[in-house]
C-alpha cells in the first residue's frame, strides 16, 4: 500500500496552489491516524476471536451435549476424571433426558443425565423389555453408556442407569437437538424447566442456529428483491414508478397487519410458563409499533410528494445515462454482497464461540460440567461494534469507489472518449491513499445519526403537548439540534466524492462539500432529495417484504425459540443487501449533483470556461427549478392576509437528506 506520504501522479502538472476543484495531480495519504485506529481496532478483535474459537465449542450448540462432556454427532476428547467422555458420538445426533418428565433443576444444573442417542423413540416405551428391545431395533440405547444393551432387564442397577418407565413419545427438535417429550403433561413441564434453565444468550443464540438456514434463504430473497429494485431504477418509467409505490403501500400496510394480527395471537394462546413466549410477544408488539410508526409516516409523504412523480423518471433517467458512461459499475454491489456475506458470517461464527466459551470440569458422578469464561463471553459489546464498523467500511469503500468513478467520467470534456477503467483507476487511489478517510468517514456518519434522530425525536414529542413545561423544552431541544445540526450536517457521503475529487481528507472534504452545495442548494436541492427518498423506499420495500417472509418462516418454531433476534439480524442484513446495491444509485445521484454545483461554481458556460455537464442535465435542472418556483408562488399568494397584507415565508435552510 502506498502511504505516509507517496504521491500519485495524474496528468502533467503539479497541483495548484488554489484548489480548482478537478482531479488532483498529486495524492497523498489522508486520515492516517484512524486508518491505524482501526488496526488497532481489528486487531483487539482478532484476539477475541482467536480466544474465543480455542475456548469456545460452538459444536454444543449446533449438535447438543450429553452429560459426560460429548458432544453429539462427532468425536471427542476425554476429559480427566470423566470415564464416560471421549466417545465417538458420530452417529448418535440427537440429545436425550432419561427422566424428561420429571426434569429438575439442583446447583444450576439439571438433574437428569443426558444422552447422546440416533434417535428419539417415537413411541411410548412402558417395560424395559420395550426399552431393550427400541435399542436392538434401532440401535438407540436409552441407558448410560457403561450398561449393554444385553443387559438392560438383568442388570440390578438398570432403574438407575436407564430412564425412568414409562418412556414418552419424543421427536428431535432444532433446539440443541434435543428428544422433546410429546405427552401433554410431559412437553409443559420439560419445556417450562428446561427453556428457563437455558440463559438468554444461549437461547438466543440457540435460535440462530437452529434457523440458520432460513437466515441464509432470507439474505438471498433480500439479494433477489434488491436485484429487483436495481432493474426498476435502471429501466425507470412512469409505469414502474406508479407499480412501485402500489406494492410498497400494499407492503406497508400487509407486514403492519400480520404483526399485529401476530401479537393478538399471542396474547390468546401465551404459555405463561415460557420466557421464550413472553420474549417473542413483546418482540412482536414492538415490531408491530414500529412497522406501524414506519407505515403512517411513508404514507403522508407519499402522498404529500405523488405530484413529483414525473421529474422522478427525468431524474433516474439522468442519472442512469451517467451510469450508461461506466457501465460494471452496477456489478461493483455485487463485490460488496460477497464481502458482507463472508463477513456476516465469521462474525456469527464468532459470536456462537463467544456464547460456548467455557472450560469442561468432572463433577461427582463422572459427569462433566462447562464453566462459562465471563471475561471473554461478555465481550459480545466489542464484537457488535466491530460488525456495525466493517460493514459501514465496507460500503464506505463502494460509495467511494463510485463516487470517483463517476468524477472522472464527468470532468472529462470529451464525452464520445470516455477514460479507460474509471472503476479500477478509483479504486486503487481508494486504496492506496484515502483508506484512512472511509474508515473515518464510516466512524462518524454512522455515530452522528444517533444524537440527531434522539433528538428529533424528543422534540416531536414535546411539541404535541401544551404545556408551559414541554413547550420550554421543546424550545431548547430544538436549540440544541440547531447547534448540534451546525456541526454535524457536514458529516456524510458528499465528502467520500469531495475526498476523490481534491484528495483532501474526511473534515476538510466535508466542510468543501457543504459551502459548495450551500451556495448553489436553490438550483438541486430539493430534486436530490426527493430522488433519495425514493432510493430509500426502495430499501425499505426489500427490508419489509424480507421480514414478513422471516415472520412466516420463524413462527412456526415459535415455542421454545427466541426468534425475535433472529428476525432482527435479518432485518439489519437485508437493510444493508439493499442499501449496498440501491446506494450505487444514491451515490451516482448525490456525486452528479455536488459535481454539477462544482461545475456552476468554477465555470461559467463561456468558451473560456465551458460547462463539464451535457445539455440534457442542464436542462433537467431548469425544468425542475421552474417547478420548484412555481410551487413557492403558489404558496407565497395562499399566504396572504384578508386585509391583502403579505405574510413573508419563513427563510429555511438547506433540507437535510438522512435516508
Known amino acids: 500500500m502506498q502511504c505516509l506520504g507517496a504521491e500519485y501522479l495524474v496528468s502533467e502538472e503539479r497541483a495548484p496552489r488554489q484548489r480548482e476543484w478537478r482531479p488532483q495531480i498529486y495524492r497523498k495519504c489522508t486520515d492516517t491516524a484512524w486508518l491505524f485506529l482501526f488496526f488497532l481496532f481489528w486487531t483487539g478483535l482478532m484476539f477475541i476471536v482467536g480466544y474465543a474459537v480455542v475456548a469456545g465449542a460452538a459444536g454444543r450448540l449446533l449438535f447438543g451435549y450429553d452429560s459426560f462432556g460429548n458432544v453429539c454427532g462427532k468425536k471427542n476428547s476425554p ?25 429438575e433443576v439442583k446447583d444450576a444444573r439439571l438433574s437428569s443425565t443426558a444422552l447422546c442417542v440416533s434417535s428419539c423413540p417415537e413411541e411410548q416405551l412402558d417395560t424395559l423389555e420395550e426399552v431393550q428391545l427400541f435399542a436392538n431395533t434401532s440401535g438407540s440405547f436409552l441407558c448410560v453408556y457403561s450398561l449393554n444393551s444385553f443387559n438392560y432387564t438383568q442388570s440390578p442397577q438398570a432403574d438407575s442407569l436407564c430412564p425412568r418407565l414409562p418412556v414418552p413419545p419424543s421427536k428431535s427438535f432444532p433446539l440443541f437437538n434435543r428428544c422433546i417429550p410429546q405427552t401433554p403433561e410431559c412437553y409443559s413441564l420439560f419445556a417450562s424447566v428446561l427453556i428457563n434453565d437455558v440463559d438468554t444468550l444461549h437461547r438466543i443464540l440457540s435460535g440462530i442456529m437452529s434457523e440458520r438456514d432460513t437466515i441464509l434463504g432470507l439474505c438471498i430473497l433480500a439479494l433477489a428483491l434488491s436485484l429487483a429494485m436495481m432493474f426498476t431504477f435502471r429501466f425507470i418509467t412512469t409505469l414502474l414508478v406508479h407499480i412501485f409505490i402500489a406494492l410498497l403501500i400494499l407492503g406497508l400496510l400487509f407486514v403492519s397487519g400480520v404483526l399485529w394480527w401476530l401479537y393478538y395471537d399471542y396474547t390468546n394462546d401465551l404459555s405463561i410458563e415460557l420466557d421464550t413466549e413472553r420474549e417473542n410477544m413483546k418482540c412482536v408488539l414492538g415490531f408491530a409499533v414500529v412497522s406501524t ?25 439522468v442519472t442512469n445515462k451517467a451510469i450508461s458512461r461506466s457501465p460494471f459499475l452496477l456489478f461493483q454491489p455485487l463485490w ?82 470516455p477514460p479507460d477503467r474509471p472503476i479500477l483507476s478509483s479504486l486503487s487511489i481508494l486504496f492506496c491513499y484515502h483508506q484512512g478517510t472511509v474508515v473515518k468517514g464510516s466512524f462518524l456518519i454512522t455515530v452522528v445519526r444517533i444524537p440527531r434522530i434522539i433528538l428529533m425525536h424528543i422534540y416531536n414529542a ?23 445540526d451546525k456541526h454535524l450536517r457536514p458529516l456524510n457521503q458528499n465528502a467520500y466524492t469531495t475526498t476523490a475529487i481534491n484528495g483532501t481528507d474526511f473534515c476538510t472534504s466535508a466542510k468543501d462539500a457543504l459551502k459548495i452545495l450551500s451556495k448553489n442548494s436553490s438550483h438541486f436541492t430539493s430534486v436530490n432529495c426527493f430522488g433519495d ?36 439480524l435479518v432485518a439489519f442484513f437485508a437493510y444493508l443487501v439493499a442499501h449496498s446495491f440501491l446506494s450505487v444509485f444514491e451515490t451516482v445521484l448525490d456525486a452528479l449533483f455536488l459535481c454539477f454545483a462544482v461545475d456552476l461554481e468554477t465555470n461559467d458556460g463561456s468558451s473560456e470556461k465551458p460547462y463539464f455537464m451535457d445539455q440534457e442535465l442542464l436542462n433537467f435542472v431548469r425544468r425542475s427549478n421552474k417547478l420548484n418556483n412555481e410551487g413557492a408562488q403558489r404558496d407565497k399568494n395562499s399566504l396572504r392576509n384578508e386585509e391583502g397584507t403579505e405574510l413573508r415565508p419563513i427563510v429555511r435552510q438547506e433540507p437535510i437528506c438522512t435516508w
Open 79 to 103: 476429559v480427566e476424571g470423566a470415564p464416560l467422555s471421549g466417545q465417538d458420538m458420530t452417529l448418535k445426533k440427537h440429545v436425550f433426558f432419561m427422566n424428561s418428565c420429571n426434569l
Open 293 to 317: 410508526a414506519i407505515t403512517a409516516v411513508l404514507l403522508i409523504l407519499i402522498f404529500v410528494l405523488r405530484k413529483r412523480i414525473k421529474l422522478t423518471v427525468e431524474l433516474f433517467q
Open 336 to 417: 460488496t454482497f460477497a464481502i458482507l456475506i463472508f463477513f456476516w458470517v465469521l462474525w456469527v461464527a464468532v459470536l456462537l464461540s463467544l456464547g460456548t466459551a467455557g472450560s469442561a470440569r468432572a463433577v461427582k458422578g463422572g459427569h462433566v460440567e462447562y464453566k462459562p469464561l465471563s471475561g471473554i463471553r461478555y465481550m459480545w459489546w466489542y464484537h457488535l461494534i466491530g460488525l456495525v464498523w466493517t460493514s459501514e467500511f465496507i460500503l464506505a469503500c463502494q460509495q467511494m469507489a463510485i463516487a470517483g468513478a463517476v468524477v472522472t467520467c464527468y470532468f472529462n470534456r470529451n464525452k464520445n472518449d
Open 462 to 484: 414535546l411539541k404535541e403537548k401544551r404545556s408551559a413545561w414541554s413547550s420550554c423544552a421543546s424550545r431548547c431541544c430544538y436549540c440544541c439540534f440547531c447547534c448540534l
Open 533 to 568: 427518498f425514493v432510493i430509500f423506499l426502495g430499501k425499505v420495500l426489500v427490508v419489509f417484504f424480507t421480514v414478513f417472509g422471516g415472520l412466516m418462516a420463524f413462527n412456526y418454531n415459535r415455542a421454545l425459540q427466541v426468534w425475535a433476534i433472529p428476525l432482527l
